[in-house]
């Protein structure tokens, strides 16, 4: 599109987590007028690491703002997938995007998300505005919040998510369970009792009860370094936010590294965020002429591949380069659902999948072949 267009469209993006964020810095920097609406009160996330893959860090490079991801990640060489007991099933080194200058870097979610916002111009950002109704009047979109602020947009993305609300407009998908619980936390690095060597991603796999271990390290945070440490543990339960004694915890892990156990009997319960783990079904719809889905509302997914936050900031680019270089904004939504759906959809069925001991003794990303990195 024309400068002249760009500069004389409104874009209302709701949500303001990794999708939302990208979508706006992108978005503002080819000449848009954006604004981001977030529900909460203030931006905020749970103790967790992320692998920003090469295709985000070089997405990060084009923004602008890759020094400001550098000062608070670690790169990392490998992904390790071993047994419960830490022998080698499977090492391969991280998928590269031209040579390794955009190597996978190891980041914590807080951090993430406050090197994104930090970069957004002044105002773009609204919190307090939960989305409650959307109408779509063909060539913009009406959005009405709970605070009782209406506002007309030439374009609404919808970066609101596993549960959209914006993503109602296009059918009803609710979130589907996996049947897996994960328990996350964040532990400093004399709390890993010794495992934190290197900055490789390690997955430990117990082939007998299909739990797993995925230990992150964050080894640029604090003295010690840190390390995120997320229990995947299969259940019938499928309440949003479960609750788990510590016994049931070490049963659901008993056949993993005794130092793995310890960790687990020493942490601190209360740190710990539980979750169940849902994505959704393909969405089939992701746009009208003047609303589009971006991230999870269009396509979470398991997070066996690490790739729900890749691709939701890839997404916000791969949005602003649509717009970009289309002739028209009806065109750049069909041209951007056109790139991204079949990718993040291949996803999708990847995660589902999970691991196991076939899976991953064949290779440490089954999804290579689908992506670009
Ligand atoms: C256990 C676990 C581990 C994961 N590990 C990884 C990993 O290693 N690597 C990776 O790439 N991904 C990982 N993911 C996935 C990743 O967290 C998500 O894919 C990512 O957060 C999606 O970003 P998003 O911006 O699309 O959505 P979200 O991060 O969910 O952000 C949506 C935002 O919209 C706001 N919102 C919602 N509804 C409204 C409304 N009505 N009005 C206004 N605002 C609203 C929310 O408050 C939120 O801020 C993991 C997920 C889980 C559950």
Known sequence: MKTEDLNNINIAIVGGGYAGVTAALALSQIGANVTVYEQAHATGEVGAGIGLRPASIKLFRKLGIFDDIAAVTSPSKAFDIVDAQGNPITTEEW??????????????????????????PEGMLQLDHKLID?????????????????????????????????????GHYEPVPAFAHAYRVVLDGSEAQGLLTDDNLRLYLDSETGNMIYFLPLRHRGPNGQVSFDITVLSDDTSWSPQVTREEILHAIRNFDERLIRMVENMDLDKVNFRSAFDIDPVETWNSDSIVLIGDAAHAMLHHQGQGANSAVIDGGALADALRNADSLTSALANFVAERKEPTQALQRISRESWNQESASTSAFPEKDQISY
């Open 95 to 120: 998928p590269q995007k031209d040579g390794d200058e955009n190597t996978t870097r190891m980041i914590h979610r807080r951090d993430f998300i406050d090197a994104l916002t930090k970069n957004l």
């Open 134 to 170: 959307l109408k779509d009047n063909g060539n913009s979109a009406t959005l009405t919040f709970a605070n009782g602020n209406e506002v007309t947009a030439d374009l609404v993305v919808g970066a609101d998510g596993i549960r959209s609300k914006v993503r109602e407009i296009f």
